[in-house]
Each structure stands twice: as structure tokens, then as C-alpha cells.
């Protein structure tokens, strides 16, 4: 039942939690799978971008022409949620399938990688995202600019600080999905029930758009909202771009060190360790 059983009067956990992994590793700069993932995380944000970005300028144009045609602000969060249920299945066992600079963050902040794949994979999905949201511009130009080009922005009425706690928030919620649901322990307890990973992240991304696409469009991911600000080019989006990170990655930080340090209790087994090696 994924939980730390007593035998022979040892403690014996019945799941198996991964080492943590270095800060560098010059050995995965030489193998093609490090190499294969950083090309499937640019190869799912150029997916990512290009199905929601182009879903969000469809519903504007045919809800221009009659308010009730077009998928609605239901349908953009379930294009979003969708495609990252969809992208994480594809990539998961190739890259982790992170397609999110701040949830690759969040798992550099708990070791679950090193810090140069780390690196190589927040370019890539930069990069991925403005090759997405370019090809949006170049399908769609005639409605592109006129419609804003998918940026995400700060509503009219809301402050700075509201837009940013949205962010951070609708971050916490996504990043502490992910390790909710990949979580060795978690895997183990619920083994009997065939939840797949994917779901509930890409169900937590769409939850996050129904609460915040009013306030900013919903950030919770960097790369999205710097390809299309990159494309777009706007003075507003440009203005507003900060938010989008530092939001997003606070929010990474917060679902990072409350899973790993309140609910797995990495603090506590750090201090029991500490406390061992001082009574030796």
C-alpha cells in the first residue's frame, strides 16, 4: 500500500524512491538519449503552441462574426489541458515530459535532474515555442495581429499583484500535480488503480485556465508566453512578460519544497539523519 512497513524490527519501505540526481553530469552530455530528449521537449512546446495559440485565434474570429459560435474560454482550457495530456503521454518516457520551463524548474529544485539537462531543456522549449506560435502567424496571418496573437497579457481592472498571484498559484497547483502523480510512493499505494500520469496533470492545466484565463490569459508556463510574445511583439505583452516568469517560477519553488520537504517529509529525514551522524 506504498507505505514503510516493519519487518523483523526494521523498517522496510515497499516503493523505491530514485537517488538524487547530480548537480552536473558531464557522462549524459555523451549519450544520444540525452540529446533525443532535449529534441522531444522542442519538438511537444512547437505541438503545444501551435494547437492552443491557433485555437485561441479561431474562437476570437468566429466569436467576432456571432458570440455563439467558437469553442469558447471552455474550449481553449480544455485545448490546453488536452494537448498536455496528450504531449506528456507522448514524451514522458523520453524526456519526462516536462514542455514547461517551470516545471523543469520545479524538479531541478528537487533533483529529480541536473542542471544542464535542466538548462538544455528550458532552451528547447523556448525555442519550440516560438517555432510553434511562428507557424500559428504564418497560417493564420491574416487574423494573427488583429487578434492579439495568443499573448498573454494583464487584464484591463486587475493589478500587478493579482496577475502575478495567478500565476504563482495556477503554477503551484500544476507543478504539484506532477509530483503528486509521479510520485514512487503514490505509484505503489495506488498500483491497483490504472491512473495514468498524464491525466491529472493535463486535467490541472485545464482547471488553471477556467480560473485565470480572465486575469492573464493563463500564463503558468514561461515558454508559452514568451513565444508569443516574441512573435507578437507588443509593447503590452512585452510589459507584462516579467509576470510570466517570475510567477511561474515562485510557484515552481513553493509545490517543490511542500512536496518534498512537508509531504515526504525531506526535511524531517534530513534532521533524523543530521541528528545520527552527530550521536556517532
Same mark, same amino acid.
Given at each position: 500500500?506504498?507505505?514503510?512497513? *516493519?519487518?523483523?524490527?526494521?523498517?522496510?519501505?515497499?516503493?523505491?524512491? %530514485? %537517488?538524487?540526481? %547530480?548537480?552536473?553530469?558531464?557522462?549524459?552530455?555523451?549519450?544520444?538519449?540525452?540529446?533525443?530528449?532535449?529534441?522531444?521537449? !522542442?519538438?511537444?512546446?512547437? @505541438? !503545444?503552441?501551435?494547437?492552443?495559440?491557433?485555437?485561441?485565434?479561431?474562437?476570437?474570429?468566429?466569436?467576432? /462574426?456571432?458570440?455563439?459560435?467558437?469553442?469558447?474560454?471552455?474550449? #481553449?482550457?480544455?485545448?490546453?489541458?488536452?494537448? #498536455?495530456?496528450?504531449?506528456?503521454?507522448?514524451?514522458?518516457?523520453?524526456?519526462?515530459?516536462?514542455?514547461?520551463?517551470?516545471?523543469? +524548474?520545479?524538479?531541478?529544485?528537487?533533483?529529480?535532474?541536473?542542471?544542464?539537462?535542466?538548462?538544455?531543456?528550458?532552451?528547447?522549449?523556448?525555442?519550440?515555442?516560438?517555432?510553434?506560435?511562428?507557424?500559428?502567424? /504564418?497560417?493564420?496571418?491574416?487574423?494573427?495581429?488583429?487578434?492579439?496573437?495568443?499573448?498573454?497579457?494583464?487584464?484591463?481592472?486587475?493589478?500587478?499583484?493579482?496577475?502575478?498571484? /495567478?500565476?504563482?498559484?495556477?503554477? =503551484?497547483? @500544476?507543478?504539484?500535480?506532477? !509530483?503528486?502523480?509521479? *510520485? %514512487?510512493?503514490?505509484?505503489?499505494?495506488?498500483?491497483?488503480?490504472?491512473?495514468?500520469?498524464?491525466?491529472?496533470?493535463?486535467?490541472?492545466?485545464?482547471?488553471?485556465? @477556467?480560473?485565470? #484565463?480572465?486575469?492573464?490569459?493563463?500564463?503558468?508556463?514561461?515558454?508559452?508566453? +514568451?513565444?508569443?510574445?516574441?512573435?507578437?511583439?507588443?509593447?503590452? /505583452?512585452?510589459?507584462?512578460?516579467?509576470? +510570466?516568469?517570475?510567477?511561474?517560477?515562485?510557484?515552481?519553488?513553493?509545490?517543490?519544497?511542500?512536496?518534498?520537504? #512537508? @509531504?515526504?517529509?525531506? =526535511?524531517?529525514?534530513?534532521?533524523?539523519? !543530521?541528528?545520527?551522524?552527530?550521536?556517532?
Amino acid at each position: 500500500m506504498g507505505k514503510d512497513m *516493519d519487518v523483523g524490527g526494521a523498517m522496510v519501505k515497499d516503493y523505491q524512491d %530514485p %537517488p538524487p540526481s %547530480p548537480l552536473i553530469d558531464a557522462e549524459e552530455l555523451g549519450k544520444w538519449s540525452f540529446y533525443r530528449a532535449v529534441i522531444a521537449e !522542442f519538438i511537444a512546446t512547437l @505541438l !503545444f503552441l501551435y494547437v492552443t495559440v491557433l485555437t485561441v485565434i479561431g474562437h476570437k474570429v468566429q466569436n467576432e /462574426a456571432d458570440q455563439c459560435n467558437g469553442v469558447g474560454l471552455l474550449g #481553449i482550457a480544455w485545448a490546453f489541458g488536452g494537448m #498536455i495530456f496528450v504531449l506528456v503521454y507522448c514524451t514522458a518516457g523520453i524526456s519526462g515530459g516536462h514542455i514547461n520551463p517551470a516545471v523543469t +524548474f520545479g524538479l531541478l529544485l528537487a533533483r529529480k535532474l541536473t542542471l544542464v539537462r535542466a538548462i538544455l531543456y528550458m532552451v528547447a522549449q523556448c525555442l519550440g515555442a516560438i517555432c510553434g506560435v511562428g507557424l500559428v502567424k /504564418a497560417f493564420q496571418s491574416a487574423y494573427y495581429n488583429k487578434y492579439g496573437g495568443g499573448a498573454n497579457t494583464l487584464a484591463d481592472g486587475y493589478s500587478t499583484g493579482t496577475g502575478l498571484g /495567478a500565476e504563482i498559484i495556477g503554477t =503551484f497547483v @500544476l507543478v504539484y500535480t506532477v !509530483f503528486s502523480a509521479t *510520485d %514512487p510512493k503514490r505509484s505503489a499505494r495506488d498500483s491497483h488503480v490504472p491512473v495514468l500520469a498524464p491525466l491529472p496533470i493535463g486535467f490541472a492545466v485545464f482547471m488553471v485556465h @477556467l480560473a485565470t #484565463i480572465p486575469v492573464t490569459g493563463t500564463g503558468i508556463n514561461p515558454a508559452r508566453s +514568451f513565444g508569443a510574445a516574441v512573435i507578437y511583439n507588443s509593447s503590452k /505583452a512585452w510589459d507584462d512578460q516579467w509576470i +510570466f516568469w517570475v510567477g511561474p517560477f515562485i510557484g515552481a519553488a513553493i509545490a517543490a519544497i511542500y512536496h518534498q520537504y #512537508i @509531504l515526504r517529509a525531506g =526535511f524531517v529525514k534530513a534532521l533524523g539523519s !543530521f541528528r545520527s551522524s552527530s550521536n556517532v
